[in-house]
Structure formats: C-alpha cells, structure tokens
C-alpha cells in the first residue's frame, strides 16, 4: 500500500470513529433495533439458516440483541474467532448463547476456538460485517488489520451485509485492489443494494 493511501486510510478511522464514540448510547441503541427491523425483512435473512453475526465493540451497531432473537428463531449463529493474530487468521464458532463468547481478542468478545464447534464458511448462508465506514458500492474502511476482506474473500456477494450507523456513509473510502465489498449496506435511514461491478 502506498504511503498516501495508508494515511488516507488512517485519516477516515480516526474521523469516523471519533464521530461514531460520540454517538449517545440510547440513540445508537434505537438506531440498531431500527437497523434490525430492515435486517428481518431482508429476504436472504429469512432463508439463512447459518448466520455469522459479528459481536459488538464499543460504538459499533449493537448486535447482542439480533444475536438472541436469531436463537430464538432456531437459526444456528456463528461468531468471528481469532485463530492466529500473526497470520491474520479468522475462523466462524457455533454459539449456543452470548455467554459462549468468553474470551477477548483485541478487546473484541469471541468464543474460544474449537475444532468441534467451527463452521466453515461454505455453510455459512449470511455474514453480517461490521465498519468504521462504508461507501454506497458497499466498501468499507475497517480497523485496519485484514480479517474481514481476507474472510470474506470467495464468499458470495450477495451473502454479505454491511450494518452501520448513517454518519458513516461516505464517499471518502480509500479502496484497494484486495478490498471486498458486501452486497447491502443497512443503516437506520436506508438500505442500500449494491450494484456487483
């Protein structure tokens, strides 16, 4: 990566997640149950039968409440685990209840790995992503270490969708030849289907 995009990339974290930890917590929770209801509608929802959720960290769209109503559905959930952090390695772990999520990984929550419990992502029929921003053709600037464009590279266009706050759409996503965008982008005020190029 030159060192222009770097910085540029740098700049867009820092802008919009500055934005985002300002967001008043009953507004950013109002703001996900609202992003929730457009999900439950989203016909790829209702069909999944095997959803990867991410869980929440700090500002993000909440996502522990979606993670219990889709148990409570009898849907099999999924969740993001660190295998290995030096080769920037994520893997999907069957969780029976929030609770599974014990351990913690660059303070993000995450199940333990277990060979008995992983899913491999072929299974997988939705994969929800989080953001720090998203453009309208559904690419996103995230934390900066991979792991979701490595994990979501092969994977169906139409099976991925972006969940974030409005704020955070913007034109200003620096995008690189690995970067993966998701197929719907979903926010409080609308969703966007993206166009596949």
């Not at 910085?7 to 929770?29: D, M, Q, T, W």
């Not at 169906?156 to 620096?174: A, H, M, N, S």
Request: aromatic share 12%; net charge positive.
């Amino acid at each position: 990566m030159n060192d222009c995009l770097e910085s540029e990339k740098r700049k867009i974290k820092c802008e919009f997640l500055n934005l985002r930890n300002r967001i008043n917590p009953v507004l950013a929770a109002a703001y996900s149950v609202s992003i929730f209801e457009t999900v439950k509608k989203l016909p790829v929802y209702k069909k999944a039968r095997v959803i990867m959720f991410y869980l929440s960290y700090g500002s993000e769209v909440f996502t522990d409440f979606m993670v219990n109503w889709t148990l409570g559905e009898g849907k099999t959930v999924v969740v993001p685990t660190i295998k290995n952090t030096v080769n920037i390695e994520m893997q999907a772990v069957r969780i029976l209840k929030l609770e599974d999520a014990c351990q913690s990984v660059y303070d993000i929550r995450q199940p333990a790995p277990n060979p008995k419990k992983t899913v491999d992502k072929d299974d997988i029929d939705l994969f929800f992503v989080p953001g720090v921003a998203f453009n309208i053709n559904g690419y996103r600037t995230g934390y900066g270490k991979g792991y979701y464009d490595r994990w979501l590279k092969n994977v169906p266009f139409e099976k991925t969708v972006g969940l974030v706050y409005d704020f955070q759409i913007t034109d200003r996503v620096p995008i690189e030849k690995h970067d993966v965008p998701v197929g719907v982008v979903i926010t409080e005020k609308r969703l966007i289907q993206v166009e596949r190029n």
